[in-house]
């Protein structure tokens, strides 16, 4: 059996969030050389390859139109970054809810196997990544589905959200403003990040940098409800909790 080369691991995630990756980009991600990756794909019999200084996958397939994925491929290292610092607080017996945004993905992919805990989610691209995860128990909360970013939102007066008490939950934005306070493109999204984070003992924000000063239109919460904010770079002064 082939062993798995966690490099190749990696790649392979980000081409299910992205048609391709630069060489020089995935060099930079996974803080190797050009040459190490070179090499990786020349000995691999998988899917992945290089095409054209390009990482490609020959079984990607054409996804539908959601906004969702017209935001996934940008800021690729921010997320990458992001999603390993937040990974590392989720913790054996977690019960943890999972946002929808186009972080979350590389979040659970860096959540190490071994670990066993159980996750809450209404978005597609977060229950693809966690089934990945064979330590996880998965609950994906039933609804209606919003095909511009790929959640499902309830259709009944109590749904999975009002019934599972988590010890952290996952909430990302679009756009975080001390005054303002924390933000997302969706109303109803919205919505099922004040749930999750009512049935939660521990609110995390996770948002890539770019993100701060930013406003978006549907209200999500005060900054200083969050419990902790986990962002790629160093938060500056006026953010801190």
Known sequence: MEKVNPRLEKLAFLLTQMDRIHLRDAAKMLNVSEMTIRRDLSTHTGSIMLLGGYIVSDSQKGGGNYQLFEHQSKNIAQKMELGKLAASLVEDNDVVFFDCGTTIPFIISQIENHIKFTALCCSIN??????????????????????????????????????????????SAAGVNVEQGVTCFDLKEAQIKRKAMLKTQQKILVVDSFKLNRVEQAYIAALSEFDRIICDQPLPAEFQL
């Open 126 to 171: 977060a229950f693809v990544a966690l089934q990945e995860k064979s330590n996880c128990q998965v609950i994906l909360c039933g609804g209606n589905y919003s095909r511009h970013n790929a959640i499902l939102t309830p259709i009944q007066t109590v749904s999975e959200l009002d019934l599972i008490c988590t010890n952290k939950a996952f909430i």
